[in-house]
């Protein structure tokens, strides 16, 4: 028997949280006398910032070291897995790795009577309003928490990792049990017992928090899987063709590439008040990405599938209350918001505002917090115009 975990994760933000999560599972799981190993798979470069990857676990009661690698160890995916742990519940709308084609359901690899762990403040119902449907039972369980950015150069130390382990005893103790995290985690941090009891919590949490899923339960998916050719399809003289680009400034106006959209990414997205706006053209020209689109009426539509909520607009614009960045969970779809505020500006205003009262959240500077939330400013329509927010 060989039980399989993956760990979603975000590229960079969340690689060093990963793989000490990945490595603690085989040691955890050696220490009750079973045999594991784990292994990940990119998410080493700044360009992938934010990109869904995985890191794996494998642990079997029964096979031995060579043959537990010889199983587990030589495909670079899984065609299923026992558990699948995410590390930041965004991504219950669907992921798109750079080596993956095409936007999947967070839960794809999840198999008949198997568990889809979440940290996350939201309930269960909240996250199936994204997560695709199965064709058998599933379990989806959760713990209370937020993206954690424990990444390759940052490290915010807020107990995610020991919070994850326990979590996952309790989702399924044939890979680890949850005596056994105490012990390690006790051992390992002799003078810090608030770690070990964060996981018990973690634990306690699970049993709580986990509900059964029957076959329907969720959303069907409707992102197309781009099926790839074969390599005996490939035939003599075959060219790639080149990307077409465009020169208008515009509404998807744009020298984007279409085939390259990062939406997936992001964990946050940027709300914009456009009645605010003082068409300073900041938010244009200092995107990274390109996102903001030059409208007729000298405002800024975003293009919310290539933005990776990098903040950059929000933090750049100088007017308060403008541009605020929010929960990406709140979103349904990428439909553009210019589109709905010239159809009703009054309705759209108080959408945005109940938009970022909800999901306000910023990075501290002083890491090992977590999130926090802001509390704004609400402004009517029309309203202040042109205010510092330095």
């Known amino acids: ?24 599972i085989v040691i955890i799981a050696s220490r009750m006398g079973r045999v594991g190993m784990s292994n990940g798979r990119y998410s080493d470069a700044p360009e992938r910032n934010g990109i869904p990857c995985k890191y794996f676990a494998f642990i079997t009661h029964d096979l031995a070291e060579e043959e537990l690698e010889a199983e587990a160890g030589a495909k670079l995916d899984i065609d299923e897995c026992d558990l699948s742990v995410v590390l930041d519940d965004t991504m219950c709308k669907g992921v798109e790795p750079w080596g993956w084609h095409g936007i999947r359901p967070i839960n794809e690899k999840v198999s008949n009577g198997s568990t889809l762990l979440v940290v996350s403040k939201h309930d269960h119902a909240e996250l199936l309003d994204f997560v695709g449907s199965k064709t058998f039972d599933w379990k989806l369980a959760t713990y209370d928490g937020e993206p954690s950015l424990a990444g390759l150069w940052v490290n915010k130390d807020d107990l995610t990792h020991e919070r994850t382990l326990g979590a996952i ?21 002799p003078k810090e017992p608030h770690r070990a009891q964060a996981a018990r919590k973690a634990y306690d949490e699970v049993l709580e928090k986990t509900k059964a899923i029957k076959p329907g339960m969720g959303v069907k998916w409707q992102h197309q899987v781009p099926v790839l050719p074969k390599w005996k399809e490939f035939n003599e003289g075959s060219a790639v063709p080149a990307v077409k680009r465009g020169f208008k400034l515009g509404p998807l106006g744009q020298q984007r590439n279409p085939q390259f959209q990062r939406g997936t990414t992001k964990t946050q997205r940027p709300v914009v008040r456009f009645d605010l706006c003082t068409k300073c053209t900041l938010c244009w020209l200092e995107c990274p990405d390109e996102c ?13 599938s290539y933005c990776v909520g990098c903040g950059k607009c929000a933090d750049i614009c100088p007017v308060k209350e403008c541009i605020v960045m929010v929960d990406e969970l709140q979103f349904e779809n990428d439909a553009s918001p210019w589109t709905a505020y010239k159809k009703d500006r009054g309705a759209y205003a108080d959408w945005a505002e109940k938009k970022k009262s909800k999901g306000r959240y910023i990075h501290p500077y002083i890491t090992g917090r977590g999130l926090e939330y802001v509390k704004g400013e609400v402004v009517p329509l029309d309203g202040k115009r042109g205010s510092s927010r330095r």
Request: charged share 35%; no cysteine; hydrophobic share 40%.
């Open 169 to 189: 005893a309790a989702a399924d103790p044939d890979i680890i049990g949850i005596e056994a995290v105490e012990k390690y985690l006790n051992e390992k941090n």
């Open 1 to 24: 028997m060989i039980k399989r975990v993956e760990i979603n994760y975000r590229g960079i933000f969340q690689k060093s949280l990963a793989k000490k999560i990945g490595s603690d």
């Open 292 to 304: 903001f689109d030059p409208t007729d009426d000298g405002l800024y539509d975003i293009a919310y």
